[in-house]
DNA sequence: CATGCCGGGTG
DNA sequence: CACCCGGCATG
């Protein structure tokens, strides 16, 4: 019965324990800039990022501007946006699309109402399918974790998970000159969208950052809290938020908070592309306006559009969704696997009780 | 089966 | 509160 405490041999004998005065998840509380970056753990992880991004958030819009006290001197980071993901299968599979949709005979035949009916189905509804069974679990979580350990990085409002789907891809950055930008704010529960960059940057400082000093000189910080958006693609997609309740894609609402449910960071946005393209009505207009259209094709629930009104995108998730959202279980090691069964007392607290590992987060 | 952890129990 | 554990979900 004794034998379970291993000796224990001191602290700085053979063998110490890998944890050394490694964290304790209480002390997360007050964040100092610097993070002191003594004997290092290797698996230190710099605590959970982001105290004064949720302040900031609180005071909400008006409000916030109550301490302008500047910024302790953000760490320089790399100024990417864009989430977009690579562009050439984009590209390659929008085109197919496009073909596709415009050899289709009803295209040539009756235009109008040819939108909503079966063959034209079926592109989108492959391409719904495919990003699911498509979960690239891989690597990400140590990915992150091993990014932020650096210095503080200035935190956005995002979790981590998101901040790689956001950094994942460097430089994206490419677009056809006919298309229009936008740009859309990825504020907890903002959304806004507008047409010019440095029209974001100003609404970003000024409603979520709280500050106005300073406007030619920000930091950049301002661009992680905004993403760009080309009219006739993303754009769309956005009306499709509106359209489409049980689609995957669809919970997310004007704001963003829900990043976590796309893992992937690319696929998504393909299929995404596709379906406005076979979407006729206009995510407002198809409330009210026609509502025959509708109950015509009963196949396309997206017609239930109105039902989406509801703040409560959640209990539409179909089955799948649903289980994902129990915890997808994190990759990452925890203090069990690491230590072994036999070196309980090596584990977090969390872990010894069978909560959520503090230690390892996912 | 092993693992991770929620929900609920006990002191 | 800290400390456990039954039991479920998941791989």
Redesign the pocket.
């Known amino acids: 019965m004794e034998a379970e405490r291993p000796p224990a041999p001191g602290p700085g004998c053979g063998g110490p324990p890998p944890r050394a005065a490694g964290r304790d998840p209480?002390a997360t509380l007050v964040s100092v800039p610097a993070p002191p970056q003594g004997p290092a753990v290797e698996f230190a992880l710099p605590q959970e990022p982001e105290p004064r991004a949720a302040d900031l958030g609180a005071p909400g819009a008006g409000a916030g501007a109550a301490g302008p006290r500047a910024p302790l001197a953000h760490v320089p980071v790399p100024v990417h946006r864009a989430p977009r993901g690579k562009a050439q299968p984009d590209e390659v599979m929008a085109a197919a699309a496009l073909t596709s949709l415009s050899t289709s005979p009803l295209l040539l035949g009756a235009p109008a109402v040819a939108f909503s009916t079966e063959p034209s189905l079926e592109p989108w509804k492959e391409a719904l399918v495919r990003p699911l069974s498509s979960c690239s679990s891989g690597d990400w979580g140590w990915d992150v974790a091993s990014d932020q350990s650096s210095p503080s990085t200035p935190s956005p409002p995002l979790p981590p998970e998101a901040a790689h789907f956001l950094f994942g891809e460097p430089a994206l950055r490419k677009r056809k000159s006919s298309l229009q930008v936008l740009f859309q704010c990825l504020w907890k529960r903002c959304g806004k969208v507008l047409s010019t960059a440095s029209g974001m940057q100003r609404h970003i400082r000024l409603v979520h950052l709280g500050r106005q000093a300073e406007p030619e000189q920000s930091d950049g910080e301002e661009d992680f809290y905004y993403t760009e958006l080309d009219v006739g693609m993303d754009s769309l997609t956005e009306g499709l938020f509106s359209l489409t309740p049980g689609s995957p894609t669809a919970s997310i609402p004007p704001s963003f908070p829900r990043l976590e449910l796309l893992e992937p960071p690319e696929p998504p946005a393909l299929p995404t592309l596709l379906h406005p393209l076979a979407l006729p009505p206009p995510p407002v207009l198809s409330s009210a306006a026609s509502p025959q259209v509708c109950h015509s094709d009963h196949a396309y629930q997206g017609c239930q559009a109105p039902t989406l009104l509801e703040p409560q995108p959640t209990p539409a998730l179909p089955a799948k969704l649903g289980?994902?959202l129990?915890?997808?279980?994190?990759d990452a090691?925890?203090?069990?696997?690491v230590y072994?069964?036999d070196h309980r007392d090596l584990w977090c607290?969390?872990?010894?009780?069978?909560?959520?590992?503090q230690r390892f987060l996912?």
């Open positions: 209480a289980a994902s129990r915890k997808p279980r994190g090691k925890k203090c069990r696997k072994g069964m607290t969390a872990c010894r009780w069978k909560k959520a590992c996912d």
